[in-house]
């Protein structure tokens, strides 16, 4: 964790840009490289291709129950170093329960981040999977990314960071690509690098980020409060991020 460790030198960028989120980056300057850099050991996603096809043409992804075996006292380890770091950091404390219902789950990401990898190498050219949710470890998608000079839309999953291919027009939510009940929202200052997808039929919003290369892991839950400013502007408007 050196002065140029880029997950830090993003957040304090971030915080420097936007006052307003510097309280949450400072927090996420704790959190993020403690969860990248833990000690912790998961097994291996252990699918055969044929199997894994299966699971996926079944609609079910891949880690189901039980899960892989992991390292559960280096999840403990983690998740303790978080929730001490939090209580000594002068950020509020992790006392109220869904701090520490979040810790938990960021204690468990290096191992989701395993598994999403192994599930990536498994299949290279990406999944035959159409569905909104991850074809990993089932979580709604964090985001999409539209890739490259043809855009191509990727969505990301944050918890296990995999990717699938999605079809562009189509909401991640309810599948609804009728062109008039679908919506497009750019953020104030009009940079072209981020907007908010819409969908007056589930009133479902998902962020779409521009982007040349996939982002990193680790960079996701950056990449997601940097766009923060567009979840307030989705929800002005009376879009939910997770819809019913
Ligand atoms: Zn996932
Ligand atoms: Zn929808």
Redesign the pocket.
Same mark, same amino acid.
């Given at each position: 964790m050196t002065e140029k460790d880029p997950l830090r030198a993003r957040l304090r960028s971030l915080a420097a840009g936007a006052p307003e989120l510097s309280a949450a980056a400072s927090v996420y300057g704790e959190v993020l490289p403690r969860v990248r850099d833990a000690d912790f050991r998961a097994s291996p996603l252990a699918l055969s291709l044929d199997a894994a096809e299966g699971l996926l043409s079944r609609g079910r992804?891949l880690?189901g129950d039980p899960l892989p075996g992991y390292d559960a006292e280096g999840a403990a380890r983690l998740q303790s170093d978080l929730e001490a770091v939090l209580a000594g950091g002068g950020v509020g404390g992790a006392s109220s329960p869904d701090l520490l219902e979040a810790l938990s789950k960021y204690a468990m990401r290096p191992a989701?981040r395993r598994w999403?990898a192994d599930a990536m190498a498994l299949f290279p050219e990406g999944p035959r999977w159409e569905r909104g949710a !991850?074809?990993? !470890? +089932?979580?709604p998608a964090l985001l999409a990314e539209l890739r490259g000079n043809v855009q191509a839309r990727r969505l990301r999953? +944050?918890? !296990?960071?995999?990717s699938w291919g999605y079809p562009r027009l189509a909401c991640v939510h309810c599948g609804n690509e009728e062109p008039s009940t679908r919506g497009v929202l750019l953020p104030e200052g009009g940079a072209e690098t981020s907007r908010v997808e819409t969908c007056d039929a589930c009133r479902g919003y998902l962020k779409a980020i521009v982007t040349h290369d996939p982002v990193p892991a680790d960079l996701l839950a950056v990449v997601d409060l940097e766009t923060l400013p567009l979840d307030f502007l989705a929800r002005a408007r009376g879009y939910e991020r997770y819809p019913r």
């Open positions: 992804p880690l989701y999403g !991850c074809w990993v !470890c +089932g979580d999953c +944050g918890r !296990c960071a995999a």
